[in-house]
């Protein structure tokens, strides 16, 4: 990779070797844009090479097939001003070392470096930072002491994983000065800034696809799936990146349940709703709408005391009741079909019942069916899988145990027509899992 050097001014041939193999290895000349980056003073060169040497090991290795592999870059104490573009498309190294410089502007391209945990711009001459510095959120260890910064930008609060920030030696203000010279200054200051960035009143409206449009003269109903997180797992430590004002319940239950009237749909299903949250909230707010509902709170809730119970999610079916009335339901507990199905498997103990996610299956009736259709009943199902990915025997497991139960609810109460079934909730699985090529297989006979 980068290993010959071009230090030696007088000589040509490092640039002439580097010339022929590019011209090898690629049947054409390096172009001209490629030859104008050549400059021999100190100033143009990256670590032991210029930033046509870079540009042309790194296509030489990409052109030949290969998988670069170096993944820290070093040119300090080079003198350097400018960057070369294609320092920007190194988009695989984790360390980039451009201390002891003549830096005093930070090109916003640098957000390209997507993959960077150290940076080191310390003894440059930088005055101000770009906002977008703010994007790289892989960023652990950010030097920058020893510069002429009079402001950070507010957009570095976002970086939630960055653990070393060194400000000394610049014109900040006090206050930043102070914040970060304090016990677990970098936390602080970061906190700061990210709850002084500016957050829009309202998120930006969500942009919807139709699928299909609707069509003949068969009754049609909308639904809504959404977990709306449970405000014990908003936390800072979980989302660092976002402002305490974004965290707080008080503003996104006002926010959450805007999103959920401007839906106008007929059925809702909510994941992660604290039992509190239901009684207290949810369920009065969606009542006064022409709603009715039921809520299943996730098993250990019943070892709770009542202080503490009604902060346990769980999962919500709300309904029209001017479309749909609640014929039968059934609540489904993975905890105890686990206790119940584990005889010869300590599997199911081990891992399976200490799982406290459930499922509700709802069974309504349609009040007014339409004309011609034999369907008079409709089934939703609303279930919160394990969200663990180090248990993905666990999630496939819960999904048996799910369709299994609802395939014997839907015996009990069918007849002698099928039911339509809609199945909501968060399976916290990707596309490409395992458990998505068995849903077809789970299906239940309805």
């Given at each position: 990779?980068?290993?010959?050097?071009?230090?030696?001014?007088?000589?040509?041939?490092?640039?002439?070797?580097?010339?022929?193999?590019?011209?090898?290895?690629?049947?054409?000349?390096?172009?001209?844009?490629?030859?104008?980056?050549?400059?021999?003073?100190?100033?143009?060169?990256?670590?032991?090479?210029?930033?046509?040497?870079?540009?042309?090991?790194?296509?030489?290795?990409?052109?030949?097939?290969?998988?670069?592999?170096?993944?820290?870059?070093?040119?300090?104490?080079?003198?350097?001003?400018?960057?070369?573009?294609?320092?920007?498309?190194?988009?695989?190294?984790?360390?980039?070392?451009?201390?002891?410089?003549?830096?005093?502007?930070?090109?916003?391209?640098?957000?390209?470096?997507?993959?960077?945990?150290?940076l080191d711009l310390s003894n440059n001459k930088l005055r101000s930072l770009p906002v977008e510095l703010g994007d790289m959120l892989k960023l652990h260890d950010l030097l920058l002491t020893n510069n002429s910064i009079r402001l950070l930008p507010y957009e570095l609060g976002r970086l939630f994983q960055l653990t070393k920030l060194e400000l000394e030696g610049n014109p900040l203000t006090p206050e930043l000065l102070q914040k970060s010279r304090e016990v677990n200054?970098?936390?602080?200051?970061?906190?700061?800034?990210?709850?002084?960035?500016?957050?829009?009143?309202?998120?930006?409206?969500?942009?919807?696809?139709?699928?299909?449009?609707?069509?003949?003269?068969?009754?049609?109903?909308?639904?809504?799936?959404?977990?709306?997180?449970?405000?014990?797992?908003?936390?800072?430590?979980?989302?660092?990146?976002?402002?305490?004002?974004?965290?707080?319940?008080?503003?996104?239950?006002?926010?959450?349940?805007?999103?959920?009237?401007?839906?106008?749909?007929?059925?809702?299903?909510?994941?992660?709703?604290?039992?509190?949250?239901?009684?207290?909230?949810?369920?009065?707010?969606?009542?006064?709408?022409?709603?009715?509902?039921?809520?299943?709170?996730?098993?250990?809730?019943?070892?709770?005391?009542?202080?503490?119970?009604?902060?346990?999610?769980?999962?919500?079916?709300?309904?029209?009741?001017?479309?749909?009335?609640?014929?039968?339901?059934?609540?489904?507990?993975?905890?105890?079909?686990?206790?119940?199905?584990?005889?010869?498997?300590?599997?199911?103990?081990?891992?399976?019942?200490?799982?406290?996610?459930?499922?509700?299956?709802?069974?309504?009736?349609?009040?007014?069916?339409?004309?011609?259709?034999?369907?008079?009943?409709?089934?939703?199902?609303?279930?919160?899988?394990?969200?663990?990915?180090?248990?993905?025997?666990?999630?496939?497991?819960?999904?048996?145990?799910?369709?299994?139960?609802?395939?014997?609810?839907?015996?009990?109460?069918?007849?002698?027509?099928?039911?339509?079934?809609?199945?909501?909730?968060?399976?916290?699985?990707?596309?490409?899992?395992?458990?998505?090529?068995?849903?077809?297989?789970?299906?239940?006979?309805?």
């Amino acid at each position: 990779m980068l290993t010959e050097s071009y230090n030696d001014k007088k000589s040509d041939k490092p640039k002439r070797r580097l010339y022929n193999r590019y011209y090898r290895h690629n049947n054409k000349p390096p172009n001209n844009r490629q030859l104008e980056c050549v400059n021999k003073s100190p100033e143009s060169k990256f670590g032991n090479l210029t930033s046509y040497d870079v540009s042309v090991y790194y296509y030489y290795d990409v052109a030949a097939g290969k998988t670069t592999c170096w993944t820290e870059l070093d040119i300090q104490n080079k003198g350097i001003k400018n960057f070369s573009p294609h320092l920007w498309e190194l988009r695989h190294l984790t360390a980039l070392y451009l201390n002891n410089n003549k830096i005093s502007r930070l090109p916003p391209e640098i957000c390209q470096l997507q993959n960077l945990i150290h940076l080191d711009l310390s003894n440059n001459k930088l005055r101000s930072l770009p906002v977008e510095l703010g994007d790289m959120l892989k960023l652990h260890d950010l030097l920058l002491t020893n510069n002429s910064i009079r402001l950070l930008p507010y957009e570095l609060g976002r970086l939630f994983q960055l653990t070393k920030l060194e400000l000394e030696g610049n014109p900040l203000t006090p206050e930043l000065l102070q914040k970060s010279r304090e016990v677990n200054g970098t936390q602080k200051l970061l906190q700061f800034l990210l709850d002084t960035l500016e957050t829009p009143d309202t998120p930006p409206e969500r942009p919807w696809l139709t699928v299909r449009e609707k069509t003949g003269k068969h009754m049609t109903f909308t639904v809504m799936c959404y977990n709306i997180l449970s405000e014990q797992l908003a936390t800072r430590t979980k989302y660092g990146y976002c402002p305490s004002s974004a965290l707080s319940w008080d503003r996104r239950k006002q926010l959450i349940m805007a999103e959920i009237l401007a839906s106008k749909a007929d059925i809702i299903s909510l994941q992660e709703v604290e039992t509190g949250k239901y009684y207290n909230y949810f369920f009065p707010a969606l009542q006064a709408q022409g709603y009715n509902g039921t809520f299943c709170p996730k098993s250990r809730s019943k070892t709770l005391p009542e202080d503490e119970r009604k902060h346990v999610d769980g999962c919500a079916i709300f309904f029209n009741r001017f479309k749909f009335s609640l014929h039968k339901e059934k609540y489904i507990d993975y905890s105890q079909l686990a206790i119940a199905n584990s005889e010869g498997a300590d599997d199911m103990i081990n891992r399976v019942q200490t799982k406290d996610n459930i499922g509700i299956a709802c069974c309504l009736d349609i009040k007014e069916p339409t004309h011609g259709t034999r369907h008079n009943k409709l089934m939703v199902l609303n279930t919160h899988i394990n969200w663990d990915p180090e248990y993905s025997d666990v999630k496939l497991i819960q999904n048996i145990m799910f369709m299994s139960e609802v395939d014997s609810f839907v015996k009990e109460i069918k007849g002698s027509y099928s039911i339509p079934m809609v199945v909501c909730g968060d399976f916290n699985s990707t596309p490409y899992s395992a458990l998505i090529p068995l849903l077809p297989v789970l299906c239940v006979d309805t």
